[in-house]
Protein backbone atom coordinates (compact mmCIF):
# COMPACT_ATOMS: atom_id res chain seq x y z
CA UNK A 1 0.00 0.00 0.00
CA UNK A 2 1.23 3.41 -0.64
CA UNK A 3 1.99 5.39 2.37
CA UNK A 4 2.29 9.10 2.68
CA UNK A 5 3.62 11.04 -0.45
CA UNK A 6 5.06 14.43 -0.02
CA UNK A 7 6.68 16.69 -2.78
CA UNK A 8 8.58 17.98 -2.97
CA UNK A 9 11.40 16.52 -1.36
CA UNK A 10 13.51 19.25 -1.08
CA UNK A 11 13.03 22.98 -2.21
CA UNK A 12 15.43 25.49 -1.98
CA UNK A 13 14.38 29.62 -2.59
CA UNK A 14 15.67 33.12 -1.65
CA UNK A 15 14.02 34.92 1.03
CA UNK A 16 10.43 36.59 -0.33
CA UNK A 17 9.12 33.73 -2.22
CA UNK A 18 6.13 31.92 -1.88
CA UNK A 19 6.43 27.97 -1.13
CA UNK A 20 3.84 25.58 -1.72
CA UNK A 21 4.61 21.78 0.61
CA UNK A 22 2.14 19.45 -1.33
CA UNK A 23 1.00 15.86 0.62
CA UNK A 24 -1.09 12.87 -0.57
CA UNK A 25 -2.62 11.53 2.59
CA UNK A 26 -3.06 7.04 3.04
CA UNK A 27 -6.22 6.53 0.95
CA UNK A 28 -8.92 6.50 3.87
CA UNK A 29 -7.64 8.15 6.77
CA UNK A 30 -9.41 10.97 8.04
CA UNK A 31 -7.12 12.62 9.79
CA UNK A 32 -3.95 15.11 8.02
CA UNK A 33 -1.23 16.29 10.40
CA UNK A 34 1.52 19.33 8.98
CA UNK A 35 4.43 19.30 11.77
CA UNK A 36 7.69 21.22 11.82
CA UNK A 37 10.96 19.48 12.77
CA UNK A 38 14.22 21.39 13.75
CA UNK A 39 17.49 20.53 15.97
CA UNK A 40 16.74 23.15 18.21
CA UNK A 41 12.49 22.61 18.83
CA UNK A 42 12.13 19.21 17.61
CA UNK A 43 8.93 17.85 16.10
CA UNK A 44 6.31 20.19 16.12
CA UNK A 45 2.70 19.99 15.31
CA UNK A 46 1.39 23.09 12.72
CA UNK A 47 -2.00 22.35 11.99
CA UNK A 48 -4.45 19.45 11.64
CA UNK A 49 -7.57 18.20 9.48
CA UNK A 50 -10.03 15.80 9.98
CA UNK A 51 -12.24 15.01 7.21
CA UNK A 52 -11.14 18.05 5.30
CA UNK A 53 -11.82 20.68 7.81
CA UNK A 54 -9.35 22.52 9.83
CA UNK A 55 -9.49 21.42 13.62
CA UNK A 56 -6.31 22.91 15.59
CA UNK A 57 -3.68 25.20 13.73
CA UNK A 58 -2.93 26.72 17.03
CA UNK A 59 0.46 25.67 16.30
CA UNK A 60 0.84 27.64 12.87
CA UNK A 61 3.61 30.55 13.70
CA UNK A 62 2.23 33.04 11.96
CA UNK A 63 -0.28 34.57 9.16
CA UNK A 64 2.86 33.89 6.57
CA UNK A 65 1.18 30.18 7.01
CA UNK A 66 -1.65 28.83 5.28
CA UNK A 67 -2.92 25.73 4.68
CA UNK A 68 -5.55 23.90 2.94
CA UNK A 69 -7.07 20.62 2.41
CA UNK A 70 -9.46 20.67 -0.64
CA UNK A 71 -10.11 17.03 -0.82
CA UNK A 72 -9.78 13.35 0.74
CA UNK A 73 -6.94 12.73 -0.76
CA UNK A 74 -4.78 16.34 -0.96
CA UNK A 75 -3.57 19.00 0.86
CA UNK A 76 -0.96 22.19 0.66
CA UNK A 77 1.06 24.06 3.21
CA UNK A 78 1.83 27.48 1.90
CA UNK A 79 4.16 29.78 3.27
CA UNK A 80 4.44 33.41 1.58
CA UNK A 81 6.26 35.42 2.25
CA UNK A 82 9.04 32.81 3.46
CA UNK A 83 11.89 33.72 5.29
CA UNK A 84 15.35 32.39 6.28
CA UNK A 85 14.05 30.72 9.82
CA UNK A 86 11.02 28.93 8.45
CA UNK A 87 13.76 26.98 6.79
CA UNK A 88 13.11 23.43 8.27
CA UNK A 89 11.73 19.64 7.63
CA UNK A 90 8.23 19.66 7.45
CA UNK A 91 6.54 16.67 7.62
CA UNK A 92 2.89 15.12 6.49
CA UNK A 93 1.15 12.58 8.61
CA UNK A 94 -2.18 10.60 8.25
CA UNK A 95 -4.35 8.37 10.62
CA UNK A 96 -7.44 6.45 10.07
CA UNK A 97 -8.80 7.89 13.45
CA UNK A 98 -7.83 10.47 15.86
CA UNK A 99 -6.30 8.04 18.39
CA UNK A 100 -4.56 5.96 15.79
CA UNK A 101 -1.47 5.95 15.14
CA UNK A 102 0.06 8.72 12.90
CA UNK A 103 2.01 7.79 9.64
CA UNK A 104 4.35 9.90 8.16
CA UNK A 105 5.27 11.15 4.66
CA UNK A 106 9.35 11.35 4.05
CA UNK A 107 9.22 15.07 4.56
CA UNK A 108 10.69 18.48 2.69
CA UNK A 109 13.56 19.76 3.14
CA UNK A 110 13.19 23.80 3.04
CA UNK A 111 16.19 25.77 2.93
CA UNK A 112 15.30 29.69 2.68
CA UNK A 113 17.89 31.55 1.33
CA UNK B 1 1.02 21.99 28.76
CA UNK B 2 1.93 18.61 27.87
CA UNK B 3 5.65 17.74 28.02
CA UNK B 4 7.72 15.25 26.91
CA UNK B 5 11.71 14.68 27.93
CA UNK B 6 13.28 12.01 26.26
CA UNK B 7 16.80 10.80 28.30
CA UNK B 8 19.52 9.98 26.91
CA UNK B 9 19.71 12.26 24.03
CA UNK B 10 22.42 10.18 22.63
CA UNK B 11 23.36 6.36 23.47
CA UNK B 12 26.17 4.22 21.46
CA UNK B 13 25.92 0.61 21.96
CA UNK B 14 28.22 -2.40 20.99
CA UNK B 15 26.29 -5.01 19.09
CA UNK B 16 24.76 -6.98 21.55
CA UNK B 17 24.80 -5.23 24.55
CA UNK B 18 21.06 -4.38 25.91
CA UNK B 19 19.89 -1.02 27.43
CA UNK B 20 16.92 1.19 28.02
CA UNK B 21 15.82 4.46 26.14
CA UNK B 22 13.56 6.47 28.43
CA UNK B 23 10.24 8.95 28.04
CA UNK B 24 9.23 11.06 31.01
CA UNK B 25 5.79 12.68 30.36
CA UNK B 26 3.46 15.07 31.57
CA UNK B 27 -0.11 15.22 30.36
CA UNK B 28 -3.63 15.82 32.09
CA UNK B 29 -5.23 12.67 31.05
CA UNK B 30 -3.47 10.29 29.00
CA UNK B 31 -5.06 8.80 25.75
CA UNK B 32 -1.91 7.25 24.58
CA UNK B 33 2.18 7.24 24.35
CA UNK B 34 3.67 6.66 21.13
CA UNK B 35 6.62 5.45 19.76
CA UNK B 36 8.66 6.18 16.57
CA UNK B 37 11.96 5.23 14.98
CA UNK B 38 13.43 7.66 12.40
CA UNK B 39 16.05 7.19 10.15
CA UNK B 40 18.19 10.14 8.39
CA UNK B 41 16.26 11.37 5.69
CA UNK B 42 13.22 9.61 6.10
CA UNK B 43 10.01 10.40 7.98
CA UNK B 44 9.11 8.48 12.05
CA UNK B 45 7.73 5.10 11.29
CA UNK B 46 5.56 4.04 13.72
CA UNK B 47 6.21 1.18 16.65
CA UNK B 48 4.19 1.14 19.35
CA UNK B 49 1.07 2.76 21.22
CA UNK B 50 0.78 2.27 24.68
CA UNK B 51 -2.85 3.60 26.79
CA UNK B 52 -2.68 2.58 30.46
CA UNK B 53 0.08 2.05 33.00
CA UNK B 54 1.47 -1.87 33.26
CA UNK B 55 0.97 -2.64 29.35
CA UNK B 56 3.71 -3.67 27.70
CA UNK B 57 4.61 -4.38 23.81
CA UNK B 58 6.68 -6.25 21.85
CA UNK B 59 8.19 -6.15 18.42
CA UNK B 60 11.34 -8.41 17.30
CA UNK B 61 14.27 -6.82 20.18
CA UNK B 62 12.07 -4.10 21.36
CA UNK B 63 9.91 -4.33 24.23
CA UNK B 64 7.79 -0.89 25.54
CA UNK B 65 6.79 -0.42 29.09
CA UNK B 66 4.41 1.83 30.43
CA UNK B 67 3.87 3.39 34.17
CA UNK B 68 2.08 6.90 35.14
CA UNK B 69 4.45 9.10 34.53
CA UNK B 70 7.58 7.31 31.76
CA UNK B 71 7.75 4.81 29.35
CA UNK B 72 10.55 2.66 28.56
CA UNK B 73 12.10 1.33 25.70
CA UNK B 74 13.97 -1.50 26.24
CA UNK B 75 16.63 -3.08 23.15
CA UNK B 76 17.54 -6.60 23.73
CA UNK B 77 20.73 -7.72 22.00
CA UNK B 78 20.91 -4.72 20.04
CA UNK B 79 21.94 -4.81 15.91
CA UNK B 80 23.77 -2.45 14.42
CA UNK B 81 20.31 -2.11 12.12
CA UNK B 82 18.64 -0.94 15.43
CA UNK B 83 20.68 2.33 14.91
CA UNK B 84 18.24 5.31 14.16
CA UNK B 85 16.60 8.03 16.73
CA UNK B 86 13.50 6.91 18.56
CA UNK B 87 10.86 9.27 19.35
CA UNK B 88 8.21 9.13 21.92
CA UNK B 89 4.96 11.30 22.12
CA UNK B 90 2.25 11.63 24.18
CA UNK B 91 -1.90 12.40 22.97
CA UNK B 92 -3.64 13.88 25.43
CA UNK B 93 -7.61 12.77 26.61
CA UNK B 94 -9.12 15.78 25.66
CA UNK B 95 -12.27 15.19 23.68
CA UNK B 96 -11.85 15.19 19.80
CA UNK B 97 -8.24 17.05 20.05
CA UNK B 98 -5.84 14.50 18.76
CA UNK B 99 -2.43 16.43 19.11
CA UNK B 100 0.36 14.97 19.59
CA UNK B 101 3.31 16.03 21.88
CA UNK B 102 6.67 14.86 20.60
CA UNK B 103 10.05 14.63 22.51
CA UNK B 104 13.41 15.55 20.81
CA UNK B 105 14.26 11.96 20.99
CA UNK B 106 17.13 9.40 21.57
CA UNK B 107 20.06 8.77 18.79
CA UNK B 108 21.07 5.34 18.97
CA UNK B 109 23.98 3.85 17.53
CA UNK B 110 24.90 0.46 17.07
CA UNK B 111 28.67 -0.94 16.69
CA UNK B 112 29.15 -4.07 15.08
Known amino acids: DAGVIQSPRHEVTEMGQEVTLRCKPISGHDYLFWYRQTMMRGLELLIY????????DSGMPEDRFSAKMPNASFSTLKIQPSEPRDSAVYFC???????????FGDGTRLSIL | EDQVTQSPEALRLQEGESSSLNCSYT??????LFWYRQDPGKGPEFLFTLYSAGEEKEKERLKATLTKKESFLHITAPKPEDSATYLCAVQANRGSNYKLTFGKGTLLTVNP
Open chain 1, 49 to 56: FNNNVPID
Open chain 2, 27 to 32: VSGLRG
Open chain 1, 93 to 103: ASSSAGGQPQH
